[in-house]
Protein backbone atom coordinates (compact mmCIF):
# COMPACT_ATOMS: atom_id res chain seq x y z
CA UNK A 1 0.00 0.00 0.00
CA UNK A 2 1.28 3.24 -0.86
CA UNK A 3 -0.38 6.30 1.00
CA UNK A 4 0.22 9.99 0.72
CA UNK A 5 -0.97 12.76 3.35
CA UNK A 6 -0.35 16.33 3.51
CA UNK A 7 1.00 16.07 7.20
CA UNK A 8 1.63 13.54 9.35
CA UNK A 9 -1.86 13.06 10.95
CA UNK A 10 -2.99 13.00 7.36
CA UNK A 11 -0.93 10.83 6.51
CA UNK A 12 -2.34 8.07 9.69
CA UNK A 13 -5.80 8.90 8.83
CA UNK A 14 -5.34 8.07 5.22
CA UNK A 15 -3.50 4.82 5.80
CA UNK A 16 -5.65 3.48 8.38
CA UNK A 17 -8.71 4.27 6.14
CA UNK A 18 -7.19 2.58 3.37
CA UNK A 19 -6.61 -0.63 5.07
CA UNK A 20 -10.33 -1.08 5.28
CA UNK A 21 -10.98 0.77 2.15
CA UNK A 22 -9.08 -1.69 -0.12
CA UNK A 23 -10.99 -4.91 1.94
CA UNK A 24 -14.17 -4.28 2.56
CA UNK A 25 -17.44 -2.58 0.51
CA UNK A 26 -20.41 -1.17 2.36
CA UNK A 27 -23.44 -2.75 1.04
CA UNK A 28 -26.18 -2.81 3.86
CA UNK A 29 -27.43 -1.15 6.58
CA UNK A 30 -28.12 -3.74 8.94
CA UNK A 31 -26.84 -1.63 11.96
CA UNK A 32 -26.80 2.12 11.95
CA UNK A 33 -24.98 2.67 14.97
CA UNK A 34 -21.82 4.14 15.03
CA UNK A 35 -18.95 3.31 17.50
CA UNK A 36 -16.37 5.28 18.96
CA UNK A 37 -13.27 3.76 20.07
CA UNK A 38 -10.21 5.93 21.15
CA UNK A 39 -6.83 5.09 19.96
CA UNK A 40 -3.54 5.81 22.43
CA UNK A 41 -0.85 4.66 21.26
CA UNK A 42 3.19 5.13 21.77
CA UNK A 43 6.38 3.91 20.16
CA UNK A 44 10.07 4.29 19.91
CA UNK A 45 9.85 6.40 16.16
CA UNK A 46 7.52 6.89 13.54
CA UNK A 47 7.70 3.70 11.69
CA UNK A 48 7.14 1.27 14.74
CA UNK A 49 3.98 3.52 15.45
CA UNK A 50 2.72 3.76 12.11
CA UNK A 51 3.20 -0.10 11.81
CA UNK A 52 1.64 -0.65 15.27
CA UNK A 53 -1.40 1.58 14.56
CA UNK A 54 -2.90 0.11 11.39
CA UNK A 55 -2.51 -3.39 13.42
CA UNK A 56 -4.36 -2.04 16.56
CA UNK A 57 -7.06 -1.18 14.19
CA UNK A 58 -7.19 -4.34 12.28
CA UNK A 59 -6.97 -6.13 15.85
CA UNK A 60 -9.84 -3.93 17.14
CA UNK A 61 -11.49 -4.35 14.08
CA UNK A 62 -11.67 -7.91 14.09
CA UNK A 63 -12.44 -8.02 17.75
CA UNK A 64 -14.98 -5.93 18.15
CA UNK A 65 -16.76 -7.07 15.01
CA UNK A 66 -16.25 -3.55 13.32
CA UNK A 67 -15.14 -1.58 10.08
CA UNK A 68 -13.37 1.67 10.87
CA UNK A 69 -15.34 4.50 8.12
CA UNK A 70 -14.02 7.70 10.13
CA UNK A 71 -10.34 7.88 12.15
CA UNK A 72 -10.26 11.43 13.91
CA UNK A 73 -6.07 12.04 14.27
CA UNK A 74 -5.85 14.00 17.64
CA UNK A 75 -2.20 14.13 17.68
CA UNK A 76 0.91 12.39 16.04
CA UNK A 77 4.09 13.60 17.42
CA UNK A 78 7.22 12.39 19.20
CA UNK A 79 6.28 8.61 18.82
CA UNK A 80 3.24 9.06 20.01
CA UNK A 81 -0.56 9.03 18.29
CA UNK A 82 -3.48 9.92 20.03
CA UNK A 83 -7.00 9.26 17.81
CA UNK A 84 -10.57 8.59 17.73
CA UNK A 85 -11.86 5.46 15.20
CA UNK A 86 -15.35 5.22 14.13
CA UNK A 87 -16.75 1.70 13.24
CA UNK A 88 -20.15 0.58 12.06
CA UNK A 89 -21.19 -3.03 12.16
CA UNK A 90 -19.22 -5.46 10.33
CA UNK A 91 -22.28 -6.70 9.33
CA UNK A 92 -23.22 -3.62 6.96
CA UNK A 93 -20.05 -4.47 4.98
CA UNK A 94 -19.23 -6.99 2.55
CA UNK A 95 -15.58 -7.96 3.36
CA UNK A 96 -13.47 -9.30 0.58
CA UNK A 97 -10.07 -10.03 2.02
CA UNK A 98 -8.86 -10.41 5.39
CA UNK A 99 -5.49 -8.65 6.25
CA UNK A 100 -3.69 -10.55 8.91
CA UNK A 101 -1.50 -7.35 9.39
CA UNK A 102 0.81 -4.47 9.08
CA UNK A 103 4.36 -5.57 8.51
CA UNK A 104 7.90 -4.04 8.86
CA UNK A 105 9.15 -5.19 5.75
CA UNK A 106 10.62 -3.00 3.31
CA UNK A 107 8.50 0.05 5.29
CA UNK A 108 9.21 3.67 3.90
CA UNK A 109 8.07 6.50 5.66
CA UNK A 110 8.98 9.96 4.05
CA UNK A 111 8.67 13.58 4.29
CA UNK A 112 8.60 15.25 0.96
CA UNK A 113 7.66 18.43 -0.63
CA UNK A 114 4.27 17.90 -0.89
CA UNK A 115 3.53 16.44 2.49
CA UNK A 116 4.47 12.29 3.68
CA UNK A 117 4.64 9.08 1.95
CA UNK A 118 4.26 6.08 3.22
CA UNK A 119 4.64 2.31 1.78
CA UNK A 120 3.65 -0.63 4.05
CA UNK A 121 3.36 -4.44 2.72
CA UNK A 122 0.12 -6.09 4.54
CA UNK A 123 0.07 -9.92 5.32
CA UNK A 124 -2.92 -11.00 3.69
CA UNK B 1 32.03 -29.62 -6.50
CA UNK B 2 30.15 -26.72 -6.85
CA UNK B 3 30.23 -24.33 -9.29
CA UNK B 4 28.80 -20.80 -10.23
CA UNK B 5 26.01 -20.32 -12.17
CA UNK B 6 26.22 -16.87 -13.55
CA UNK B 7 23.37 -15.22 -15.39
CA UNK B 8 20.26 -17.55 -14.79
CA UNK B 9 17.98 -14.55 -15.22
CA UNK B 10 18.63 -10.96 -14.32
CA UNK B 11 18.44 -11.37 -10.79
CA UNK B 12 22.13 -10.68 -8.84
CA UNK B 13 22.23 -13.15 -6.83
CA UNK B 14 25.04 -15.91 -8.30
CA UNK B 15 24.03 -19.22 -7.04
CA UNK B 16 26.11 -22.46 -6.47
CA UNK B 17 24.97 -25.37 -7.96
CA UNK B 18 25.55 -28.09 -5.60
CA UNK B 19 23.57 -30.88 -7.86
CA UNK B 20 19.99 -30.85 -9.91
CA UNK B 21 18.18 -29.77 -7.19
CA UNK B 22 20.37 -27.56 -4.23
CA UNK B 23 21.63 -24.38 -4.74
CA UNK B 24 23.95 -22.29 -2.40
CA UNK B 25 23.89 -18.49 -1.98
CA UNK B 26 27.19 -18.33 -0.65
CA UNK B 27 27.87 -16.57 2.83
CA UNK B 28 29.72 -14.22 0.81
CA UNK B 29 27.18 -12.79 -0.85
CA UNK B 30 26.34 -10.58 2.10
CA UNK B 31 28.43 -9.55 5.09
CA UNK B 32 26.97 -10.60 7.81
CA UNK B 33 25.42 -14.35 6.59
CA UNK B 34 26.48 -16.83 9.25
CA UNK B 35 25.89 -19.59 7.21
CA UNK B 36 25.09 -20.25 3.87
CA UNK B 37 21.21 -20.28 1.50
CA UNK B 38 20.48 -23.60 0.62
CA UNK B 39 17.09 -23.91 -2.00
CA UNK B 40 15.72 -27.10 -3.34
CA UNK B 41 14.63 -26.65 -6.27
CA UNK B 42 15.31 -27.65 -10.40
CA UNK B 43 16.16 -25.00 -12.88
CA UNK B 44 12.82 -24.70 -14.14
CA UNK B 45 11.50 -24.00 -10.77
CA UNK B 46 14.59 -21.40 -9.68
CA UNK B 47 13.75 -19.19 -12.61
CA UNK B 48 10.12 -18.52 -10.75
CA UNK B 49 11.57 -18.35 -7.44
CA UNK B 50 13.97 -15.55 -9.20
CA UNK B 51 10.69 -13.46 -10.17
CA UNK B 52 10.35 -12.08 -6.58
CA UNK B 53 12.90 -11.42 -3.54
CA UNK B 54 12.53 -14.42 -1.76
CA UNK B 55 16.37 -15.56 -2.28
CA UNK B 56 17.39 -12.26 -1.28
CA UNK B 57 15.25 -12.75 2.31
CA UNK B 58 17.33 -16.54 2.60
CA UNK B 59 19.80 -14.40 2.66
CA UNK B 60 18.53 -12.48 5.65
CA UNK B 61 17.48 -15.24 7.54
CA UNK B 62 21.27 -16.40 7.44
CA UNK B 63 21.75 -13.65 9.73
CA UNK B 64 19.77 -14.84 12.60
CA UNK B 65 21.95 -15.69 15.69
CA UNK B 66 22.41 -19.31 16.87
CA UNK B 67 21.74 -20.46 13.27
CA UNK B 68 23.04 -23.77 12.44
CA UNK B 69 24.07 -25.66 9.03
CA UNK B 70 22.10 -23.38 6.81
CA UNK B 71 18.91 -21.13 6.36
CA UNK B 72 16.91 -23.66 4.14
CA UNK B 73 14.56 -22.76 1.48
CA UNK B 74 11.91 -25.57 0.10
CA UNK B 75 10.99 -25.57 -3.67
CA UNK B 76 7.46 -23.86 -3.07
CA UNK B 77 9.58 -21.08 -1.58
CA UNK B 78 8.20 -17.32 -2.16
CA UNK B 79 8.53 -14.08 -0.77
CA UNK B 80 7.04 -13.84 2.53
CA UNK B 81 7.55 -11.18 5.15
CA UNK B 82 11.13 -11.08 6.97
CA UNK B 83 11.31 -14.78 6.43
CA UNK B 84 10.46 -16.05 2.95
CA UNK B 85 7.56 -18.70 2.56
CA UNK B 86 8.98 -21.96 2.51
CA UNK B 87 11.95 -21.52 4.78
CA UNK B 88 13.08 -23.50 7.34
CA UNK B 89 15.82 -22.03 9.86
CA UNK B 90 17.25 -24.11 13.05
CA UNK B 91 19.07 -22.20 15.85
CA UNK B 92 20.86 -23.73 18.41
CA UNK B 93 19.33 -22.88 21.60
CA UNK B 94 22.76 -23.50 23.80
CA UNK B 95 24.41 -21.00 21.65
CA UNK B 96 22.66 -17.74 21.75
CA UNK B 97 19.93 -18.98 19.29
CA UNK B 98 16.66 -16.89 18.92
CA UNK B 99 13.45 -17.54 18.17
CA UNK B 100 11.46 -15.54 15.59
CA UNK B 101 7.50 -14.58 15.50
CA UNK B 102 8.39 -13.72 11.79
CA UNK B 103 9.54 -17.39 11.33
CA UNK B 104 6.52 -18.73 12.04
CA UNK B 105 4.28 -15.95 10.33
CA UNK B 106 0.67 -14.52 11.51
CA UNK B 107 -1.00 -18.06 10.73
CA UNK B 108 0.79 -19.61 13.64
CA UNK B 109 0.19 -23.39 12.78
CA UNK B 110 -1.72 -23.08 9.72
CA UNK B 111 -1.70 -27.08 8.58
CA UNK B 112 -3.28 -29.39 6.45
CA UNK B 113 -5.51 -32.63 7.67
CA UNK B 114 -6.45 -35.33 4.87
CA UNK B 115 -9.19 -37.81 5.61
CA UNK B 116 -9.51 -40.63 3.91
CA UNK B 117 -13.06 -42.77 2.99
CA UNK B 118 -14.15 -45.80 1.74
CA UNK B 119 -16.13 -44.20 -0.90
CA UNK B 120 -15.01 -44.57 -5.16
CA UNK B 121 -15.50 -42.02 -7.52
CA UNK B 122 -18.36 -43.69 -8.69
CA UNK B 123 -19.87 -43.39 -5.45
CA UNK B 124 -19.77 -39.65 -5.63
CA UNK B 125 -20.11 -38.45 -8.69
CA UNK B 126 -23.57 -37.74 -9.42
CA UNK B 127 -23.91 -36.75 -5.26
CA UNK B 128 -20.47 -34.21 -5.92
CA UNK B 129 -22.81 -31.38 -6.03
CA UNK B 130 -25.02 -31.76 -3.43
CA UNK B 131 -22.09 -32.89 -1.08
CA UNK B 132 -20.15 -29.85 -1.76
CA UNK B 133 -23.04 -27.46 -0.82
CA UNK B 134 -23.71 -29.40 2.16
CA UNK B 135 -20.14 -28.82 2.88
CA UNK B 136 -20.20 -24.98 2.03
CA UNK B 137 -23.22 -24.93 4.53
CA UNK B 138 -22.29 -26.88 7.10
CA UNK B 139 -18.34 -25.46 6.99
CA UNK B 140 -18.26 -21.99 8.39
CA UNK B 141 -16.29 -20.28 5.48
CA UNK B 142 -15.19 -16.71 4.69
CA UNK B 143 -13.80 -13.74 6.20
CA UNK B 144 -14.90 -13.10 10.07
CA UNK B 145 -17.14 -16.32 9.69
CA UNK B 146 -18.36 -17.14 13.03
CA UNK B 147 -18.77 -21.08 14.24
CA UNK B 148 -21.32 -23.02 15.89
CA UNK B 149 -19.15 -24.05 18.30
CA UNK B 150 -19.04 -22.30 21.39
CA UNK B 151 -16.34 -22.18 23.47
CA UNK B 152 -16.89 -20.61 27.01
CA UNK B 153 -14.80 -18.11 28.97
CA UNK B 154 -13.65 -20.75 31.12
CA UNK B 155 -13.12 -23.42 28.50
CA UNK B 156 -10.42 -21.33 26.85
CA UNK B 157 -7.82 -22.20 28.32
CA UNK B 158 -8.28 -25.62 28.74
CA UNK B 159 -8.27 -25.13 24.65
CA UNK B 160 -5.73 -23.68 24.61
CA UNK B 161 -3.32 -26.21 26.92
CA UNK B 162 -5.69 -29.42 25.41
CA UNK B 163 -5.40 -28.37 21.74
CA UNK B 164 -7.50 -30.99 19.16
CA UNK B 165 -7.99 -33.03 22.41
CA UNK B 166 -10.33 -30.55 23.64
CA UNK B 167 -12.37 -31.40 20.60
CA UNK B 168 -12.29 -34.77 20.97
CA UNK B 169 -13.04 -35.29 25.07
CA UNK B 170 -16.46 -32.83 23.57
CA UNK B 171 -17.31 -35.70 21.48
CA UNK B 172 -15.72 -34.20 17.91
CA UNK B 173 -13.60 -37.22 17.37
CA UNK B 174 -11.47 -39.90 18.65
CA UNK B 175 -8.73 -41.12 20.28
CA UNK B 176 -7.24 -42.57 16.91
CA UNK B 177 -7.60 -38.68 15.54
CA UNK B 178 -5.58 -37.45 17.97
CA UNK B 179 -3.10 -40.54 16.94
CA UNK B 180 -2.78 -39.05 13.78
CA UNK B 181 -2.28 -35.41 14.60
CA UNK B 182 1.14 -33.94 14.96
CA UNK B 183 1.96 -33.72 18.68
CA UNK B 184 -0.89 -35.47 19.41
CA UNK B 185 -2.97 -32.10 18.26
CA UNK B 186 -1.41 -30.56 21.56
CA UNK B 187 1.97 -29.11 21.48
CA UNK B 188 3.60 -29.25 25.25
CA UNK B 189 4.13 -26.20 26.93
CA UNK B 190 1.26 -24.07 26.08
CA UNK B 191 1.24 -20.66 28.28
CA UNK B 192 -2.23 -19.34 28.52
CA UNK B 193 -0.87 -16.31 30.42
CA UNK B 194 1.66 -15.59 28.15
CA UNK B 195 -1.61 -14.57 25.65
CA UNK B 196 -3.01 -11.11 25.41
CA UNK B 197 -6.65 -10.66 25.98
CA UNK B 198 -7.08 -9.24 22.90
CA UNK B 199 -5.95 -12.49 21.35
CA UNK B 200 -8.55 -13.97 23.60
CA UNK B 201 -10.94 -11.32 22.17
CA UNK B 202 -9.92 -11.58 18.43
CA UNK B 203 -10.46 -15.59 18.32
CA UNK B 204 -13.39 -15.89 20.28
CA UNK B 205 -15.55 -17.17 18.16
CA UNK B 206 -13.88 -18.02 15.15
CA UNK B 207 -13.92 -21.82 16.83
CA UNK B 208 -14.43 -24.31 13.98
CA UNK B 209 -14.10 -21.62 11.37
CA UNK B 210 -12.20 -22.49 8.07
CA UNK B 211 -11.09 -18.60 7.59
CA UNK B 212 -10.46 -16.78 4.24
CA UNK B 213 -7.88 -16.62 1.65
CA UNK B 214 -5.67 -19.58 0.75
CA UNK B 215 -7.29 -21.84 3.31
CA UNK B 216 -9.93 -24.64 1.59
CA UNK B 217 -12.02 -27.48 2.55
CA UNK B 218 -11.65 -30.07 -0.85
CA UNK B 219 -12.97 -33.23 -1.33
CA UNK B 220 -10.34 -35.01 -3.85
CA UNK B 221 -10.39 -38.61 -5.51
CA UNK B 222 -6.82 -40.09 -5.76
CA UNK B 223 -5.98 -40.29 -9.80
CA UNK B 224 -2.11 -41.87 -9.23
CA UNK B 225 -0.30 -43.98 -6.79
CA UNK B 226 3.47 -44.34 -6.23
CA UNK B 227 4.16 -46.35 -4.29
CA UNK B 228 1.91 -49.31 -3.71
CA UNK B 229 3.47 -50.93 -0.33
CA UNK B 230 2.54 -47.30 1.45
CA UNK B 231 -1.01 -47.05 0.14
CA UNK B 232 -1.51 -50.46 0.99
CA UNK B 233 -0.52 -49.59 4.25
CA UNK B 234 -2.50 -46.24 4.56
CA UNK B 235 -5.76 -48.47 3.05
CA UNK B 236 -5.87 -46.26 -0.25
CA UNK B 237 -6.45 -47.43 -3.56
CA UNK B 238 -6.74 -45.44 -7.15
CA UNK B 239 -10.19 -43.51 -7.41
CA UNK B 240 -10.66 -43.24 -3.48
CA UNK B 241 -12.09 -40.21 -2.40
CA UNK B 242 -10.20 -38.27 0.38
CA UNK B 243 -11.11 -35.17 2.09
CA UNK B 244 -8.03 -32.01 2.65
CA UNK B 245 -8.36 -29.37 5.39
CA UNK B 246 -6.53 -26.37 5.06
CA UNK B 247 -6.79 -24.14 7.98
CA UNK B 248 -5.06 -21.87 11.24
CA UNK B 249 -5.41 -20.37 14.02
CA UNK B 250 -7.59 -17.46 12.72
CA UNK B 251 -7.61 -14.14 14.37
CA UNK B 252 -5.65 -15.15 17.68
CA UNK B 253 -2.68 -16.60 15.97
CA UNK B 254 -2.61 -13.17 14.01
CA UNK B 255 -2.74 -11.31 17.17
CA UNK B 256 0.02 -13.68 19.28
CA UNK B 257 2.18 -12.65 16.24
CA UNK B 258 1.38 -9.06 16.18
CA UNK B 259 1.82 -8.81 19.83
CA UNK B 260 5.36 -10.18 20.24
CA UNK B 261 6.79 -9.19 16.61
CA UNK B 262 5.77 -5.55 18.40
CA UNK B 263 7.70 -6.36 21.82
CA UNK B 264 10.86 -8.21 20.07
CA UNK B 265 11.67 -5.16 17.76
CA UNK B 266 13.12 -4.10 21.05
CA UNK B 267 15.01 -7.31 21.72
CA UNK B 268 16.82 -6.39 18.49
CA UNK B 269 19.29 -3.43 20.38
CA UNK B 270 18.64 -5.22 24.08
CA UNK B 271 20.23 -8.43 23.03
CA UNK B 272 22.41 -6.45 20.38
CA UNK B 273 21.23 -8.69 17.62
CA UNK B 274 21.56 -7.11 13.80
CA UNK B 275 19.01 -8.19 11.00
CA UNK B 276 18.67 -6.51 7.79
CA UNK B 277 14.71 -6.55 8.27
CA UNK B 278 12.78 -5.66 11.28
CA UNK B 279 10.42 -8.12 10.32
CA UNK B 280 12.90 -10.81 11.25
CA UNK B 281 12.76 -9.29 15.54
CA UNK B 282 13.69 -12.13 17.56
CA UNK B 283 15.19 -12.89 21.11
CA UNK B 284 17.02 -15.46 22.57
CA UNK B 285 15.27 -18.80 23.02
CA UNK B 286 15.85 -18.98 26.49
CA UNK B 287 15.30 -15.23 27.07
CA UNK B 288 12.11 -14.22 28.95
CA UNK B 289 10.99 -12.70 26.15
CA UNK B 290 11.54 -15.81 23.97
CA UNK B 291 10.15 -18.24 26.19
CA UNK B 292 7.18 -15.87 26.71
CA UNK B 293 6.38 -15.81 22.75
CA UNK B 294 7.06 -19.71 22.35
CA UNK B 295 4.60 -20.10 25.61
CA UNK B 296 2.21 -18.20 23.86
CA UNK B 297 3.00 -19.51 20.22
CA UNK B 298 2.14 -23.35 21.43
CA UNK B 299 -1.47 -21.88 22.62
CA UNK B 300 -2.18 -20.36 19.25
CA UNK B 301 -0.79 -23.70 17.76
CA UNK B 302 -3.08 -26.11 20.36
CA UNK B 303 -5.83 -23.34 19.06
CA UNK B 304 -4.99 -24.50 15.31
CA UNK B 305 -5.67 -28.02 16.05
CA UNK B 306 -8.88 -27.54 18.11
CA UNK B 307 -9.58 -25.70 14.56
CA UNK B 308 -9.17 -28.28 12.39
CA UNK B 309 -10.20 -31.33 14.72
CA UNK B 310 -13.91 -29.32 14.61
CA UNK B 311 -13.53 -28.47 10.99
CA UNK B 312 -13.33 -32.49 10.71
CA UNK B 313 -15.87 -33.19 12.92
CA UNK B 314 -18.49 -31.00 10.35
CA UNK B 315 -17.06 -32.67 7.45
CA UNK B 316 -17.85 -35.94 8.58
CA UNK B 317 -21.44 -35.06 9.98
CA UNK B 318 -22.26 -33.51 6.37
CA UNK B 319 -20.74 -36.90 5.03
CA UNK B 320 -22.92 -38.62 7.24
CA UNK B 321 -26.25 -36.88 6.02
CA UNK B 322 -25.35 -37.03 2.14
CA UNK B 323 -24.72 -40.56 2.43
CA UNK B 324 -26.77 -41.39 5.21
CA UNK B 325 -24.40 -43.21 7.08
CA UNK B 326 -22.12 -43.12 10.12
CA UNK B 327 -18.56 -41.84 9.19
CA UNK B 328 -17.12 -44.96 10.70
CA UNK B 329 -19.24 -46.69 8.22
CA UNK B 330 -18.01 -44.39 5.58
CA UNK B 331 -14.09 -45.38 6.84
CA UNK B 332 -13.39 -41.72 7.42
CA UNK B 333 -10.19 -41.72 8.99
CA UNK B 334 -7.67 -39.31 9.79
CA UNK B 335 -4.02 -40.31 7.60
CA UNK B 336 -2.47 -37.32 9.01
CA UNK B 337 -2.90 -33.84 10.15
CA UNK B 338 0.37 -31.40 9.91
CA UNK B 339 1.62 -27.78 10.61
CA UNK B 340 3.69 -25.83 8.24
CA UNK B 341 3.92 -22.62 9.80
CA UNK B 342 5.20 -23.29 13.62
CA UNK B 343 8.79 -23.13 15.49
CA UNK B 344 9.36 -26.42 17.68
CA UNK B 345 12.78 -27.70 19.79
CA UNK B 346 13.76 -30.27 18.51
CA UNK B 347 17.15 -32.37 19.13
CA UNK B 348 19.07 -32.97 15.47
CA UNK B 349 22.63 -33.94 14.69
CA UNK B 350 25.18 -30.99 13.98
CA UNK B 351 28.66 -31.75 12.92
CA UNK B 352 28.04 -35.04 14.72
CA UNK B 353 26.88 -34.15 17.73
CA UNK B 354 23.51 -34.00 19.15
CA UNK B 355 22.59 -30.57 19.32
CA UNK B 356 18.79 -28.77 21.00
CA UNK B 357 17.49 -26.49 18.11
CA UNK B 358 14.81 -24.30 17.36
CA UNK B 359 13.49 -25.40 14.00
CA UNK B 360 11.51 -22.36 12.39
CA UNK B 361 9.08 -23.93 9.49
CA UNK B 362 7.64 -21.23 7.91
CA UNK B 363 5.85 -22.99 5.08
CA UNK B 364 7.33 -26.16 5.62
CA UNK B 365 6.21 -29.33 6.70
CA UNK B 366 7.88 -31.85 8.78
CA UNK B 367 9.16 -34.86 7.22
CA UNK B 368 10.10 -37.80 9.71
CA UNK B 369 11.52 -41.07 8.38
CA UNK B 370 10.47 -44.68 9.18
CA UNK B 371 11.40 -45.50 13.04
CA UNK B 372 11.97 -41.68 14.30
CA UNK B 373 10.94 -41.88 18.01
CA UNK B 374 7.89 -38.73 17.65
CA UNK B 375 6.34 -41.07 15.31
CA UNK B 376 2.75 -42.82 16.35
CA UNK B 377 3.06 -46.33 16.73
CA UNK B 378 0.75 -47.02 13.53
CA UNK B 379 3.55 -44.66 11.63
CA UNK B 380 6.33 -46.01 13.20
CA UNK B 381 7.24 -48.86 10.20
CA UNK B 382 5.87 -46.44 7.62
CA UNK B 383 7.38 -43.24 7.99
CA UNK B 384 4.75 -39.51 8.73
CA UNK B 385 2.74 -38.73 6.37
CA UNK B 386 3.35 -35.36 4.48
CA UNK B 387 1.03 -33.77 3.03
CA UNK B 388 0.97 -31.47 -0.11
CA UNK B 389 -1.44 -29.45 -1.30
CA UNK B 390 -1.40 -28.01 -4.48
CA UNK B 391 -4.26 -25.43 -6.33
CA UNK B 392 -7.73 -25.65 -7.26
CA UNK B 393 -7.17 -26.56 -10.17
CA UNK B 394 -4.34 -29.32 -10.24
CA UNK B 395 -3.32 -31.73 -7.91
CA UNK B 396 -2.71 -32.83 -4.61
CA UNK B 397 0.16 -34.80 -2.80
CA UNK B 398 0.44 -37.18 0.04
CA UNK B 399 4.31 -38.34 0.43
CA UNK B 400 5.60 -40.63 3.44
CA UNK B 401 8.78 -38.52 4.87
CA UNK B 402 12.42 -40.03 4.84
CA UNK B 403 16.13 -40.08 5.98
CA UNK B 404 17.48 -38.05 3.44
CA UNK B 405 15.43 -35.02 4.85
CA UNK B 406 17.84 -35.41 7.98
CA UNK B 407 19.56 -32.57 5.86
CA UNK B 408 16.99 -30.00 6.48
CA UNK B 409 16.52 -30.58 9.60
CA UNK B 410 13.56 -33.26 8.54
CA UNK B 411 11.75 -31.29 6.18
CA UNK B 412 9.93 -30.38 3.81
CA UNK B 413 7.74 -28.66 1.32
CA UNK B 414 4.10 -27.50 2.15
CA UNK B 415 2.53 -26.83 -0.86
CA UNK B 416 2.87 -25.12 -4.86
CA UNK B 417 3.96 -21.77 -3.82
CA UNK B 418 2.69 -18.60 -5.48
CA UNK B 419 4.05 -17.28 -8.54
CA UNK B 420 1.37 -13.99 -8.79
CA UNK B 421 0.53 -12.03 -5.76
CA UNK B 422 -3.30 -11.68 -5.19
CA UNK B 423 -3.72 -8.67 -6.97
CA UNK B 424 -1.43 -9.57 -9.74
CA UNK B 425 -3.88 -13.08 -10.55
CA UNK B 426 -7.01 -10.91 -9.46
CA UNK B 427 -6.31 -8.37 -12.19
CA UNK B 428 -5.68 -11.48 -14.79
CA UNK B 429 -8.14 -13.85 -14.21
CA UNK B 430 -12.09 -13.67 -14.43
CA UNK B 431 -14.13 -15.51 -12.49
CA UNK B 432 -16.69 -17.26 -14.49
CA UNK B 433 -13.89 -18.16 -17.09
CA UNK B 434 -12.40 -19.79 -14.66
CA UNK B 435 -15.30 -21.49 -12.78
CA UNK B 436 -16.50 -22.45 -16.29
CA UNK B 437 -13.40 -23.70 -17.08
CA UNK B 438 -12.74 -25.97 -13.81
CA UNK B 439 -16.78 -27.30 -14.17
CA UNK B 440 -15.42 -28.73 -17.45
CA UNK B 441 -12.76 -30.71 -15.83
CA UNK B 442 -15.75 -31.71 -13.43
CA UNK B 443 -14.50 -29.30 -10.68
CA UNK B 444 -17.20 -27.54 -8.58
CA UNK B 445 -16.20 -24.51 -6.42
CA UNK B 446 -17.86 -23.34 -3.62
CA UNK B 447 -17.01 -19.55 -2.20
CA UNK B 448 -17.77 -16.66 0.15
CA UNK B 449 -16.66 -14.31 -2.72
CA UNK B 450 -15.79 -14.12 -6.24
CA UNK B 451 -12.72 -11.84 -4.77
CA UNK B 452 -11.29 -15.51 -3.39
CA UNK B 453 -11.49 -17.23 -7.06
CA UNK B 454 -9.44 -14.62 -8.86
CA UNK B 455 -6.56 -14.52 -6.43
CA UNK B 456 -6.75 -18.32 -5.78
CA UNK B 457 -6.41 -19.64 -9.62
CA UNK B 458 -4.34 -22.12 -10.95
CA UNK B 459 -2.06 -19.55 -12.18
CA UNK B 460 -1.32 -17.79 -9.48
CA UNK B 461 1.03 -20.95 -7.86
CA UNK B 462 3.70 -22.69 -9.58
CA UNK B 463 2.80 -26.42 -10.34
CA UNK B 464 2.88 -28.67 -7.24
CA UNK B 465 3.48 -31.93 -9.66
CA UNK B 466 6.62 -29.87 -10.46
CA UNK B 467 7.52 -29.02 -6.70
CA UNK B 468 6.98 -32.23 -5.60
CA UNK B 469 9.45 -33.62 -7.87
CA UNK B 470 12.26 -31.89 -6.30
CA UNK B 471 11.09 -33.11 -2.60
CA UNK B 472 10.85 -36.67 -3.78
CA UNK B 473 14.40 -36.60 -6.41
CA UNK B 474 16.30 -34.69 -3.16
CA UNK B 475 15.20 -37.47 -0.73
CA UNK B 476 12.96 -35.48 1.89
CA UNK B 477 10.19 -37.60 1.43
CA UNK B 478 8.87 -40.31 -0.94
CA UNK B 479 6.03 -40.04 -3.12
CA UNK B 480 3.06 -41.84 -1.90
CA UNK B 481 -0.19 -41.19 -4.05
CA UNK B 482 -1.45 -37.54 -6.12
CA UNK B 483 -5.33 -36.51 -5.43
CA UNK B 484 -6.86 -34.33 -7.74
CA UNK B 485 -9.99 -31.91 -6.71
CA UNK B 486 -13.66 -32.46 -7.18
CA UNK B 487 -14.97 -30.41 -4.99
CA UNK B 488 -13.58 -27.05 -3.15
CA UNK B 489 -14.79 -25.10 -0.67
CA UNK B 490 -13.08 -21.66 -0.32
CA UNK B 491 -13.70 -18.74 2.48
Known amino acids: MRIKGKDLKDLFKHAGLAVFQVSSRRQFTRNKTHIDIPVKLSADNLEELFVNWLNELLSLSQARGLIFHDLKIKKVEGGSLDAVAVGSDIANYKVNTEIKAATFHELKIAQGGSGWEAKVILDV | ?491
Open chain 2, 1 to 491: MARTVPNLTMDDIALEKIDDYRWRIPRSYKPGMRVPGIIYADEKLLKDIRQDKALEQVANVAFLPGIVKASLAMPDIHWGYGFPIGGVAATDIENGGVVSPGGVGFDINCGVRLVRTDLQFEDVKDKLKELTYALFSDVPSGVGSKGDIRVGAKEEKELLVKGAKWAVEKGLGTQDDLDCTEEEGAIQGADPAAVSERAYERGKAQSGTLGSGNHFLEVQAIDQLYDRDACDALGLNSGQIMVMIHSGSRGFGYQVCEDYTRSMVHCLAKYNISVPDRQLACAPVNSAEGKAYLGAMKCAANYAWANRQCLMHLTRRAFERIFNMSWQKLGMSLIYDVAHNIAKIEKHIVDGKEKTLCVHRKGATRSIPAGHPALPQKYKKLGQPVIIPGDMGRNSYLLIGQEGAAETFYSACHGAGRVKSRTASARSTNADTLLKELASRGIIVKASGRETIVEEAPQAYKDVNDVVDVVHNAGLAKRVCRMRPLGVIKG
